[in-house]
T-cell receptor, first 113, second 108 residues
């Protein structure tokens, strides 16, 4: 199946700093990618839909100015957590659609101190 | 926004079949039933999907009731590596909304 990668796999940062997470589709092009957040022992929550060449669409309750999404190419979407705080600590997962399936990345563990 | 209901947890003996139920009574005509699983601290892995016919692949079988209001994922011979959270998702090729899933514990 298709492969989606994320970088970094984990990151620790200080409160107030910004962190960028990359999501890449390695062997296919994806006009649409999705970003999810998962807190411990909870399910995945859809944050936003990333569309190549246009603005991302955010789910209700997700701050677009805090979670900046850029989908500059057909194989790369980035999520920047701006001015991160400890409550932003979470597992961030991206996915990309290819045909009938969505392929998920391995996730990025963000810890904000 | 999840439209599926699953039991929070199930146990299964290694080597036996695991049958995971999912209720989706408000499914729309254009929504497919997808199943994914997530092993601890990893990204979700695709298992199988279907519209109204039963489906089978190398990993599992999917049984969808005739009225499409519920489905069952069957792992024919569960192994310890099948221990994971299993998600049943309704998908109309727009967005995936995950429900709470079923934690399957495969025991030796």
């Amino acid at each position: 199946g298709a492969v989606v990668s994320q970088h970094p796999s984990w990151v620790i940062c200080k409160s107030g700093t910004s962190v960028k997470i990359e999501c890449r589709s390695l062997d296919f092009q994806a006009t649409t990618m999705f970003w999810y957040r998962q807190f411990p022992k909870q399910s995945l929550m859809l944050m936003a839909t990333s569309n190549e060449g246009s603005k991302a669409t955010y789910e209700q309750g997700v701050e677009k100015d805090k979670f900046l999404i850029n989908h500059a190419s057909l194989t790369l979407s980035t999520l920047t957590v701006t001015s991160a705080h400890p409550e932003d600590s979470s597992f961030y997962i991206c996915s990309a659609r290819s045909g009938d399936e969505q392929f998920f990345g391995p996730g990025t563990r963000l810890t904000v101190l | 926004d999840a439209k599926t209901t699953q039991p929070p947890s199930m146990d299964c003996a290694e080597g036996r079949a695991a049958n995971l139920p999912c209720n989706h009574s408000t499914i729309s005509g254009n929504e497919y039933v997808y199943w994914y699983r997530q092993i601890h601290s990893q990204g979700p892995q695709y298992i199988i999907h279907g519209l109204k016919n039963n489906e089978t692949n190398e990993m599992a079988s999917l049984i969808i009731t005739e009225d499409r209001k519920s489905s069952t994922l069957i792992l024919p011979h569960a192994t310890l590596r099948d221990t994971a959270v299993y998600y049943c998702i309704l998908y109309n090729f727009n967005k995936f909304y995950f429900g709470s899933g079923t934690k399957l514990n495969v025991k030796p």
